[in-house]
């Protein structure tokens, strides 16, 4: 083994054993053996990205060339600025690029915006469930002091005002305070066993039923959820599918309580959507899902102006 590969292992090792007190704080068994060590690195990384001071982080799952969808996340939603009651962090997490002009522009972004957590595992939809755990990784390392995390792909609009109403008001009746996800919850779904490009076989997955989960699209998680999902993923074996491993497998090993998002998640069309934003009720939606990119910033003038007329009948922000 080279040097590299020599320093590579020794991070490794010693990143493992500091996250052994985190298992042993969060409660997690360790008596099983180690079935999912997640062995490696972070190539980029921000290690102060998520200060003392921020309660909230907006952590985004994003693919290496979607520069685009990145800096509009950062001008709109995604903003800190938007966040008045609250400090928040905005992290991009990535795996690496096999293109070599990619990977060097990613380089050059993260140094302008140093909001970019690289890991050295190969980014592609069969390494989602990798970027989860690297995430919850980072958090367990370097952001662990964090009271909410709002998590999101980054083909995603927000409506961060209507949904951090909805946040609030769950925390003043108790009910979003430890180990709990808020998500459009999904219950007694069932693996895809048609080919295809989605096809789970019933050698990575054999049982008829997912537990419950959220789709990984967009959610709320409290700050204590990540680490102990971390810890949990050690011991669970990995399983491709990232929003049923992360909020449904680990979940579920950590006993989380699911709260269901009142306004769901849409997935029409951009001209729908917009529709719907002005003509239907204006609470039924919290996260969009954008395919067409070109109409994300005409979505986020929408939900700007909503929260305008909010405002102006007296509604509350507690964003």
Same mark, same amino acid.
């Given at each position: 083994?080279?040097?590299?590969?020599?320093?590579?292992?020794?991070?490794?090792?010693?990143?493992?054993?500091?996250l052994?007190?985190?298992e042993?704080?969060?409660?997690?068994e360790?008596?099983k053996?180690?079935v999912n060590?997640?062995? @490696?690195? @972070?190539?980029?990384?921000?290690?102060k990205?998520c200060?003392?001071?921020s &309660?909230?982080?907006?952590?985004i #799952?994003?693919?290496?060339n #979607?520069?685009r969808?990145?800096?509009?996340?950062?001008?709109?939603?995604?903003?800190?600025?938007?966040f008045?009651?609250?400090k928040?962090a905005?992290?991009?997490?990535?795996g690496?690029?096999?293109?070599?002009?990619v990977?060097q522009?990613?380089e050059?972004?993260s140094e302008?915006?140093?909001?970019?957590?690289?890991?050295?595992?190969?980014?592609?939809? #069969?390494?989602?469930?990798?970027?989860?755990?690297?995430?919850?990784?980072w958090?367990s390392l370097?952001?662990?002091?964090i009271?909410?995390?709002?998590?999101?792909d980054d083909?995603m609009?927000? &409506?961060?005002?209507?949904?951090f109403?909805?946040?609030?008001?769950?925390q003043?009746?108790g009910?979003?305070r430890?180990?709990?996800?808020?998500? &459009?919850?999904?219950?007694?779904?069932?693996? &895809?066993?048609n080919p295809?490009?989605?096809?789970?076989?019933n050698?990575?997955?054999?049982?008829n039923y997912y537990?419950?989960?959220?789709?990984?699209?967009?959610?709320v998680m409290?700050g204590?959820?990540?680490?102990?999902?971390?810890?949990?993923?050690l011991?669970?074996?990995?399983?491709?599918i990232?929003?049923?491993? @992360?909020?449904?497998?680990?979940?579920?090993?950590v006993?989380a309580?699911f709260?269901?998002?009142?306004a769901g998640v849409?997935?029409?069309?951009? $001209?729908k959507?917009?529709?719907?934003?002005?003509a239907e009720?204006p609470?039924?939606?919290v996260?969009y899902?954008? #395919?067409?990119?070109?109409?994300?910033?005409t979505i986020?003038?929408?939900?700007?102006a $909503?929260?305008?007329d909010?405002?102006?009948?007296g509604?509350?922000? @507690?964003?």
């Open positions: 083994m080279g040097s590299g590969g020599i320093a590579r292992r020794l991070q490794f090792l010693v990143v493992l054993a500091g052994m007190t985190v042993k704080a969060k409660g997690v360790q008596h053996p180690i060590p997640h062995p @490696f690195t @972070f190539h980029l990384n921000n290690e990205l200060d003392v001071d &309660d909230v982080l907006i952590w #799952h994003s693919a290496p #979607h520069f969808d990145r800096q509009i996340i950062r001008e709109t939603w995604g903003n800190p600025g938007n008045h009651l609250h928040a905005l992290v991009f997490f990535l690496i690029s096999t293109s070599p002009p990977q522009m990613i050059y972004e302008v915006y140093n909001d970019i957590v690289q890991s050295t595992f190969i980014d592609h939809y #069969h390494n989602l469930t990798y970027k989860a755990i690297s995430g919850s990784r958090m370097y952001c662990n002091r009271n909410l995390v709002l998590k999101a083909d609009m927000v &409506d961060v005002y209507l949904l109403n909805h946040i609030h008001s769950l003043q009746n009910r979003l430890t180990n709990t996800i808020l998500c &459009d919850v999904w219950m007694n779904r069932w693996p &895809d066993r295809g490009k989605w096809r789970v076989s050698e990575e997955y054999a049982a537990p419950t989960y959220c789709p990984g699209l967009g959610l409290t204590d959820l990540p680490p102990r999902l971390f810890a949990a993923s011991y669970e074996k990995y399983f491709w990232d929003d049923v491993y @992360f909020t449904g497998l680990l979940a579920r090993t006993n309580t709260e269901r998002l009142g849409h997935f029409g069309s951009a $001209r959507i917009k529709m719907q934003m002005l009720n609470y039924q939606w996260f899902h954008v #395919h067409e990119r070109p109409s994300m910033l986020w003038e929408t939900i700007e $909503r929260q305008k909010r405002l102006e009948t509604a509350s922000s @507690f964003t």
